[in-house]
């Protein structure tokens, strides 16, 4: 479980955390290149919704994000084509097994 001194974005540099109006100034960066919205804390949902796709357990994605239930992680997490596909073959291996 991450802790209040646990930082995700260290300069590389200095091994020190970066400010957030540094991440700020960075995802500005990108929303000029790419013109598209980005915010710091997308990077939350990004990593939820990567973990849901990989299978982690709900609970341990639930504890290592700092959720108190896991429902508010799965507000994290969106529907991705990858995750739709998962969901098609793990549902096509059910109904297609032979008994």
Known sequence: ????????FISPETGKPYYLEVMNEAMR???AACQIKMHPHMLRHMFATAADIADVNGDDLRD?????????TK??????????????????????RKI
């Open 1 to 8: 479980m991450l802790n209040q001194n646990d930082f995700i």
């Open 75 to 96: 507000h994290y997490t969106h529907q991705t084509q990858e995750s739709a596909l998962k969901i098609m073959q793990k549902t096509d291996a059910i109904l297609h």
């Open 64 to 72: 290592f994000m700092g959720h108190e239930t896991e429902e508010m």
């Open 29 to 31: 960066k990108v929303e």
